[in-house]
Protein backbone atom coordinates (compact mmCIF):
# COMPACT_ATOMS: atom_id res chain seq x y z
CA UNK A 1 0.00 0.00 0.00
CA UNK A 2 1.03 3.33 -1.04
CA UNK A 3 -0.67 5.44 1.47
CA UNK A 4 -3.80 7.99 1.07
CA UNK A 5 -4.69 8.59 -2.48
CA UNK A 6 -6.97 11.21 -3.43
CA UNK A 7 -8.77 11.70 -7.72
CA UNK A 8 -8.82 13.79 -9.52
CA UNK A 9 -5.56 16.30 -8.07
CA UNK A 10 -6.68 19.02 -9.53
CA UNK A 11 -10.58 20.42 -11.04
CA UNK A 12 -11.41 23.31 -12.59
CA UNK A 13 -15.33 24.07 -12.48
CA UNK A 14 -17.47 26.75 -13.26
CA UNK A 15 -19.53 28.64 -10.66
CA UNK A 16 -22.51 26.67 -10.10
CA UNK A 17 -21.85 23.15 -11.21
CA UNK A 18 -21.09 20.31 -8.80
CA UNK A 19 -18.10 18.41 -8.21
CA UNK A 20 -17.65 15.40 -6.35
CA UNK A 21 -13.97 14.13 -5.10
CA UNK A 22 -12.96 10.65 -4.23
CA UNK A 23 -10.59 9.63 -1.28
CA UNK A 24 -8.97 6.39 -0.82
CA UNK A 25 -7.51 5.64 2.36
CA UNK A 26 -4.29 2.92 3.30
CA UNK A 27 -6.38 -0.57 3.61
CA UNK A 28 -6.50 -0.71 6.87
CA UNK A 29 -7.64 2.25 8.28
CA UNK A 30 -10.66 2.31 9.84
CA UNK A 31 -11.11 6.14 10.60
CA UNK A 32 -11.15 9.37 7.57
CA UNK A 33 -10.88 12.86 7.60
CA UNK A 34 -11.25 15.59 5.51
CA UNK A 35 -9.58 18.73 5.58
CA UNK A 36 -9.82 21.97 3.55
CA UNK A 37 -6.88 24.50 3.22
CA UNK A 38 -6.57 28.14 1.22
CA UNK A 39 -3.87 29.55 -0.14
CA UNK A 40 -1.30 31.06 2.96
CA UNK A 41 -3.85 29.03 5.52
CA UNK A 42 -3.15 25.75 7.22
CA UNK A 43 -5.88 22.63 6.77
CA UNK A 44 -9.20 23.14 8.21
CA UNK A 45 -10.74 20.35 9.63
CA UNK A 46 -14.35 19.69 7.41
CA UNK A 47 -15.00 16.66 9.15
CA UNK A 48 -14.54 12.70 10.58
CA UNK A 49 -15.54 9.15 9.61
CA UNK A 50 -14.99 6.68 11.91
CA UNK A 51 -15.71 3.36 9.51
CA UNK A 52 -19.22 4.43 7.53
CA UNK A 53 -20.47 6.81 10.23
CA UNK A 54 -19.96 10.52 9.92
CA UNK A 55 -19.46 11.34 13.52
CA UNK A 56 -18.25 14.94 13.00
CA UNK A 57 -19.12 17.78 11.06
CA UNK A 58 -17.32 21.57 10.98
CA UNK A 59 -19.62 24.32 11.26
CA UNK A 60 -17.74 24.82 7.69
CA UNK A 61 -19.26 22.24 6.06
CA UNK A 62 -22.42 24.09 4.50
CA UNK A 63 -25.34 22.56 3.19
CA UNK A 64 -24.21 22.48 -0.03
CA UNK A 65 -21.25 19.97 0.98
CA UNK A 66 -21.89 16.14 0.95
CA UNK A 67 -19.64 13.65 2.18
CA UNK A 68 -20.13 9.89 2.43
CA UNK A 69 -18.19 6.76 3.05
CA UNK A 70 -20.75 3.87 2.00
CA UNK A 71 -19.19 0.64 2.93
CA UNK A 72 -16.16 2.44 5.29
CA UNK A 73 -13.48 2.44 2.91
CA UNK A 74 -13.35 4.89 0.21
CA UNK A 75 -14.75 8.08 0.95
CA UNK A 76 -16.49 10.82 -1.52
CA UNK A 77 -16.89 14.69 -0.68
CA UNK A 78 -19.93 16.26 -3.14
CA UNK A 79 -19.94 20.13 -3.66
CA UNK A 80 -23.31 21.25 -5.13
CA UNK A 81 -23.50 24.81 -6.87
CA UNK A 82 -19.76 25.38 -6.36
CA UNK A 83 -18.72 29.35 -5.61
CA UNK A 84 -15.63 30.92 -6.12
CA UNK A 85 -15.25 31.03 -2.15
CA UNK A 86 -14.70 27.02 -2.30
CA UNK A 87 -11.27 27.09 -4.43
CA UNK A 88 -9.17 25.07 -2.27
CA UNK A 89 -7.51 22.08 -1.81
CA UNK A 90 -9.06 19.47 -0.23
CA UNK A 91 -6.87 17.51 1.77
CA UNK A 92 -7.98 13.84 2.92
CA UNK A 93 -6.50 11.80 5.94
CA UNK A 94 -6.85 8.48 7.45
CA UNK A 95 -6.06 6.45 10.92
CA UNK A 96 -6.07 3.14 12.54
CA UNK A 97 -7.80 3.17 15.52
CA UNK A 98 -5.69 1.76 18.28
CA UNK A 99 -2.55 2.81 17.08
CA UNK A 100 -0.07 4.11 19.65
CA UNK A 101 0.17 7.66 18.50
CA UNK A 102 -2.92 8.28 16.53
CA UNK A 103 -0.93 9.80 13.54
CA UNK A 104 -2.98 10.83 10.53
CA UNK A 105 -1.68 10.50 7.26
CA UNK A 106 -2.64 12.80 4.47
CA UNK A 107 -3.04 12.17 0.40
CA UNK A 108 -1.70 14.64 -1.81
CA UNK A 109 -4.85 16.67 -2.11
CA UNK A 110 -7.41 17.76 -4.63
CA UNK A 111 -7.10 21.28 -5.62
CA UNK A 112 -10.38 22.55 -6.99
CA UNK A 113 -10.89 25.82 -8.78
CA UNK A 114 -13.61 27.69 -9.35
CA UNK A 115 -13.99 29.98 -11.86
CA UNK B 1 -10.28 25.13 21.09
CA UNK B 2 -6.96 25.70 22.35
CA UNK B 3 -4.53 27.45 20.17
CA UNK B 4 -1.10 27.64 19.62
CA UNK B 5 1.30 30.86 18.54
CA UNK B 6 4.21 30.13 16.24
CA UNK B 7 6.60 32.49 14.31
CA UNK B 8 5.94 32.95 10.64
CA UNK B 9 9.06 32.32 9.41
CA UNK B 10 12.86 30.90 10.54
CA UNK B 11 16.39 30.63 8.28
CA UNK B 12 18.26 27.89 8.56
CA UNK B 13 21.82 26.80 7.31
CA UNK B 14 21.94 23.32 5.86
CA UNK B 15 23.63 21.03 8.70
CA UNK B 16 22.58 23.41 11.33
CA UNK B 17 20.24 22.51 14.34
CA UNK B 18 16.95 24.35 14.26
CA UNK B 19 14.67 25.31 17.11
CA UNK B 20 11.05 25.56 16.04
CA UNK B 21 9.61 27.80 19.17
CA UNK B 22 5.26 27.29 19.70
CA UNK B 23 3.71 29.09 22.38
CA UNK B 24 0.55 27.29 24.03
CA UNK B 25 -0.63 29.16 26.72
CA UNK B 26 -4.32 27.67 27.11
CA UNK B 27 -3.41 24.28 26.89
CA UNK B 28 -4.87 22.13 29.34
CA UNK B 29 -3.77 18.98 31.01
CA UNK B 30 -5.11 16.12 28.74
CA UNK B 31 -3.97 18.27 25.44
CA UNK B 32 -1.10 16.48 23.72
CA UNK B 33 1.34 18.59 21.48
CA UNK B 34 1.70 17.76 18.02
CA UNK B 35 4.02 18.36 15.28
CA UNK B 36 3.12 18.21 11.28
CA UNK B 37 5.12 19.59 8.74
CA UNK B 38 3.99 20.51 5.03
CA UNK B 39 6.25 20.03 2.25
CA UNK B 40 5.76 22.14 -0.72
CA UNK B 41 2.93 20.25 -3.08
CA UNK B 42 1.86 17.51 -0.59
CA UNK B 43 -0.15 16.86 2.19
CA UNK B 44 1.06 17.50 5.79
CA UNK B 45 2.69 14.66 7.33
CA UNK B 46 3.32 13.73 11.27
CA UNK B 47 6.66 14.76 12.99
CA UNK B 48 5.88 13.90 16.56
CA UNK B 49 3.75 14.39 19.53
CA UNK B 50 4.27 14.42 22.98
CA UNK B 51 2.57 15.02 26.55
CA UNK B 52 4.67 16.16 29.19
CA UNK B 53 7.74 14.07 29.02
CA UNK B 54 10.72 15.52 26.04
CA UNK B 55 10.35 12.89 23.05
CA UNK B 56 12.62 11.93 20.42
CA UNK B 57 12.01 10.05 17.20
CA UNK B 58 14.22 9.83 13.81
CA UNK B 59 13.11 12.80 12.53
CA UNK B 60 12.84 14.87 15.49
CA UNK B 61 12.80 15.92 19.41
CA UNK B 62 10.18 17.91 21.25
CA UNK B 63 11.24 19.88 24.37
CA UNK B 64 8.08 20.42 26.68
CA UNK B 65 8.59 22.83 28.97
CA UNK B 66 7.65 22.06 32.87
CA UNK B 67 4.60 24.16 32.80
CA UNK B 68 3.45 22.72 29.00
CA UNK B 69 2.53 26.15 27.87
CA UNK B 70 5.37 26.25 24.98
CA UNK B 71 7.40 23.79 23.41
CA UNK B 72 10.11 23.40 20.99
CA UNK B 73 10.59 21.10 17.58
CA UNK B 74 14.25 20.54 17.63
CA UNK B 75 15.57 19.54 14.00
CA UNK B 76 19.27 18.33 14.45
CA UNK B 77 20.13 19.00 11.12
CA UNK B 78 18.96 20.39 8.58
CA UNK B 79 18.84 19.86 5.42
CA UNK B 80 17.22 20.96 2.30
CA UNK B 81 14.75 18.75 2.16
CA UNK B 82 13.56 20.02 5.52
CA UNK B 83 11.98 22.79 3.96
CA UNK B 84 8.23 23.44 4.65
CA UNK B 85 5.56 25.33 6.63
CA UNK B 86 6.06 23.44 10.21
CA UNK B 87 2.24 23.54 12.14
CA UNK B 88 2.34 22.82 16.53
CA UNK B 89 -0.94 21.45 16.99
CA UNK B 90 -2.60 20.64 20.00
CA UNK B 91 -4.74 17.51 19.75
CA UNK B 92 -8.52 18.27 20.06
CA UNK B 93 -10.77 14.73 20.82
CA UNK B 94 -14.03 14.16 18.83
CA UNK B 95 -16.45 14.02 21.10
CA UNK B 96 -17.47 10.06 21.88
CA UNK B 97 -14.87 8.24 19.20
CA UNK B 98 -12.23 7.73 22.24
CA UNK B 99 -9.37 8.80 20.75
CA UNK B 100 -10.05 10.65 17.06
CA UNK B 101 -8.99 14.07 16.87
CA UNK B 102 -9.11 16.70 14.18
CA UNK B 103 -6.43 18.84 14.00
CA UNK B 104 -6.58 22.36 14.55
CA UNK B 105 -3.73 23.94 12.27
CA UNK B 106 -3.00 27.76 12.60
CA UNK B 107 -0.85 29.14 10.16
CA UNK B 108 2.40 27.61 10.98
CA UNK B 109 6.16 28.25 11.11
CA UNK B 110 7.99 28.36 7.22
CA UNK B 111 11.53 27.52 7.29
CA UNK B 112 14.07 28.12 4.83
CA UNK B 113 16.78 26.38 4.64
CA UNK B 114 19.77 27.44 3.04
CA UNK B 115 23.08 26.03 2.01
Known amino acids: DTGVSQDPRHKITKRGQNVTFRCDPI?????LYWYRQTLGQGPEFLTY????????KSRLLSDRFSAERPKGSFSTLEIQRTEQGDSAMYLC?????????????FGPGTRLTVT | DAKTTQPNSMESNEEEPVHLPCNHS???????IHWYRQLPSQGPEYVIH???SNVNNRMASLAIAEDRKSSTLILHRATLRDAAVYYC????????????????FGTGTRLQVTL
Open chain 1, 93 to 105: ASSLDGLPFYEQY
Open chain 1, 49 to 56: FQNEAQLE
Open chain 2, 89 to 104: ILRDVIQNTGTASKLT
Open chain 1, 27 to 31: SEHNR
Open chain 2, 26 to 32: TISGTDY
Open chain 2, 50 to 52: GLT
